[in-house]
């Protein structure tokens, strides 16, 4: 009985050590008209953090993380960004305040030359441990046009580590941009 419990409890460590299920939620959305339009120039904003509050707390850099990753698959994917820190530089340079700029982006997104806006925001970002959870990453992202406010895409992905507490959640959001970019493909 003793040799049949030790096996059981070696087997099920093993089979948990050795497993690496993922969770994922996927979702994609594209405008029917998405391919008649040309030449789109996005600027991502910075993204937002809807994450727990000890998310928040724990993982404060999270949200620049997932948006670096995300602005890097798709430049990686042949779209054509502007950079938001010219965005910043040009309300700056007229006297408009950073911090309460919304009333100013759309008009200087434009004269940067984008035609459309991407808001992102980050839903779930945690380094999992051995003695509890799982690593987790998860972020949504919407572009719309500037000079029409029309929905051009929508996406929305997050994965589960089960069982890999140690998986490094900036890579798994590296891993989760470049998977979205390549289900949006409307390059």
């Avoid at 820190?85 to 305040?97: A, H, N, P, R």
């Avoid at 911090?99 to 100013?104: A, G, R, T, V």
């Avoid at 808001?119 to 509890?132: A, I, V």
Wanted: net charge negative; glycine share 8%.
């Amino acid at each position: 009985m003793k040799k049949m419990a030790s096996f059981l409890i070696v087997l099920i460590f093993t089979l948990s050590c050795a497993s690496s299920t993922r969770h994922i939620k996927s979702e994609v959305w594209k405008n029917p008209d998405i391919g008649r339009i040309q030449n789109i120039k996005y600027i991502i904003l910075p993204f937002e953090d809807h994450n727990t509050a000890e998310g928040k707390f724990n993982y404060p850099q999270a949200k620049n993380v997932i948006y670096d990753a995300f602005e890097t698959a798709m430049l990686s994917g042949g779209y054509e960004i502007v950079e938001y820190t010219q965005l910043e530089k040009e309300i700056v340079k007229k006297g408009g305040d950073v911090e309460n700029k919304n009333s100013l982006v759309l008009d200087y997104a434009l004269k940067l030359g984008a035609t459309a806006v991407i808001h992102g925001y980050l839903t779930d970002y945690y380094q999992g441990s051995f003695f509890g959870g799982y690593t987790t990453v998860g972020f949504s992202v919407k572009a719309l046009g500037i000079e029409n406010g029309q929905i051009l895409w929508k996406a929305e992905r997050s994965k589960k580590m089960q069982w890999d507490y140690d998986y490094d959640p900036a890579f798994l959001a590296k891993e989760l941009a470049k998977e979205m970019i390549q289900e949006l493909s409307i390059n």
